[in-house]
């Protein structure tokens, strides 16, 4: 589904978790970044969202979405899967590998901090390195400690404490492809120039 305009979004609504006191599905517009709940789920429903964080969605019945905020919020928690290289981790982990959503943990950008502009050129540049291969939310970290080691290049610190978080998430049970890794970079980016 294509954007239309600011307001006439065509919604790709995608489950991505629950928000259990409310009894709620959430959801996210993977084209415009709106965000909405279902309120009243059906069993089958609510059982079946548990397993959104690890592996979003579709939602077809728009009728029963109630749109939650404005889009100057739009925080990502979802994304089509990207055509990046795959990771040999879900094989190894044991986990299954993304079907055509995958989660994105934005949640770990937040908050941000001010970043220099060599710092957001740097990440910017990274970012597009990690969409071209198949460095997961698994081996980003130890990809840059890596790097500086062998080239005595440095890394930015602001690459090595977003990294520290993606890793953190990654041992948390939320393992996240290149591709999520990629957007994470540039999100942190956003939040850091504001």
């Not at 890394?155 to 290149?178: E, F, K, L, Q, T």
């Amino acid at each position: 589904m294509r954007r239309r305009g600011a307001d006439q979004c065509v919604h790709e609504w995608v489950v991505f978790s629950t928000a259990l006191q409310e009894h709620w599905l959430m959801l996210q517009c993977v084209a415009c970044g709106q965000h909405g709940v279902v309120e009243d789920p059906t069993r089958k429903e609510w059982c079946r969202a548990f397993s959104a964080p690890a592996r979003p969605y579709r939602w077809r019945d728009s009728a029963r979405v109630r749109v939650k905020g404005d889009l100057s919020n739009r925080q990502p928690y979802v994304m089509r899967t990207g055509a990046a290289q795959k990771c040999d981790c879900y094989a190894a982990l044991g986990v299954p590998e993304p079907g055509k959503y995958e989660r994105v943990p934005a949640e770990i950008i937040r908050p941000g901090e001010v970043l220099t502009e060599q710092e957001r050129e740097e990440l910017v540049a990274l970012a597009d390195v990690v969409r071209n291969s198949d460095l997961c939310s698994r081996v980003f970290l130890f990809f840059l400690q890596s790097f500086q080691q062998d080239t005595g290049r440095e890394v930015p610190g602001a690459a090595y404490r977003i990294a520290r978080r993606i890793s953190s998430i990654d041992a948390r049970g939320i393992h996240c492809s290149a591709a999520v890794v990629a957007r994470l970079l540039l999100e942190y980016v956003k939040v850091g120039t504001t």
